[in-house]
């Protein structure tokens, strides 16, 4: 493959943009080499600036749950972007997808749309304070949940104490409100709360991590923390940026079977322009401005271009709810062509799966949280990456992502995805 477009093009965006890109993850940090520089892109595959096509397995980090450019998504934004795409006055299409949305999940009254995911968290944290009166919160090591200080946040140096910045520009102060827990490990989450005991406002988890790989709730971990906030008076928040409308219409409350007190979204509900949202019962979204005291607020959001994108996706899951299954069983046939290619050699593996989203993981160990997650081979997956990329395979530029499949994909994409593989396996 020739990337000779992409390379002078970034050299061009290093100029003007710093590292050349508006979100790290695209600038191949972690796997080396330079980004490709995409042009277009139609159902699963993504073009780049030097004609390069991928079978693409990143889907937008999740938005493009159908595909990219899906005619039913694109004649909406075409269609609503005639009439103009952002008033800054209360439009309808806010309460179309308002409705849509919230008929889609479960234990959600009310939902306040915002511009990005990052927005959605913050916002959801400052309600949760705001609601129960407390300061801290608690979240766990490996999850993100964007970029706000509150999150930007690494275990601290002392067992069970609070968390310190992990990035330069993050106050010692704000880093004193957050406190860290391992992922998976309910008894670290017991000692936090009885150490800090009437303090802590929420806790905020993805239910289903994507941001460490793919790392699943061991069975009753997601339950138990149900159980210690309503014993603590604590809320829980489920980040379901991700997992929200790509693990089934209802996301991880659905999957799981246990509902949070507040829901953030992200991605599949912007169809792939830019919408956060983040969603509660009525006693809680009651304390949000104008309605309380809350403050939250944003030009853009709820705008009618974006709205339209998410009405168009939203109504093709609601609709066709066979999607889910589909993407399981295409995401399903992928892992057992993985799995049969790697139990040919003797290259040590995990692969992390649940729905459509998996991860691969150079490993001996189990992954099951952070710690175990970054003890994976990461020079293995640089050349992983970087061979499956020239075989024409477009995945996730880091060992800490998770895959995303999209609807488009056929069985014969795979299939060429899984023929790449082998190849690739072999010289790792
Ligand atoms: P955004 O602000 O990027 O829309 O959402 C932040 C966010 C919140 N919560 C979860 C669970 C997320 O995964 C994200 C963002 N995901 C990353 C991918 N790991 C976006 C890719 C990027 O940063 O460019």
Known sequence: MIYKRSSELFKIAKNYIPGGVNSPVRAFKSVGGNPVFASKAKGAYVFDEDGNKFIDYISSWGPMILGHAHDNVIKAILKTAENGTSFGMPTTMETELAQLALSMVNGMDKIRFVNSGT???????????????????????????????????????????????????????????????????????????????????????EPVAGNMGCVIPKDGFIEGLRVLCDK??????????????????????????????????????????????????????????????????????????????????????????????????????????????????????????????ISLHFTSEDVVDFKSAQKGNNEKFKKYFHGMLSEGVYLPPSAFESYFLNDALTYDDIDFTLNAFKKVIKLI
Do not use: W
């Open 119 to 205: 927005e959605a968290c913050m916002s959801a944290i400052r309600l949760a304070r705001g609601f129960t009166k407390k300061d801290k919160i608690i979240k766990f090591s490996g999850c993100y949940h964007g970029h706000s200080d509150s999150f930007l946040i690494q275990a601290g140096s002392g067992v069970v104490t609070f968390g310190t910045p992990n990035s330069p520009g993050v106050t010692q102060g704000t880093a004193k409100d957050t406190l860290i827990a391992p992922f998976n490990d309910l008894k670290y989450v017991k000692k936090l709360i009885k150490n800090n005991s009437g303090e802590i406002a929420s806790i905020i988890i």
């Open 232 to 357: 603590n008076d604590i809320l829980l928040i489920f980040d379901e940026v991700m997992t929200g409308y790509r693990l089934a219409n209802g996301g991880a409350q659905e999957i799981l079977g246990v509902n949070a007190d507040i829901v953030t979204y992200g991605k599949v509900i912007g169809g792939g322009l830019p919408v956060g949202a983040f969603a509660s019962r009525n006693e809680i979204m009651k304390e949000l401005s104008p309605e309380g005291s809350v403050y939250q607020a944003g030009t853009l959001s709820g705008n009618p271009l974006a709205m339209s994108a998410g009405l168009a996706t939203l109504f093709e899951l609601k609709h066709n709810p066979c999607i889910y299954d589909s993407l399981e069983n295409k995401t399903s046939y992928l892992e057992q062509g993985m799995r049969a290619i790697l139990n040919e050699t003797s290259i040590d593996y995990r692969i992390n799966k649940l729905g459509s989203m």
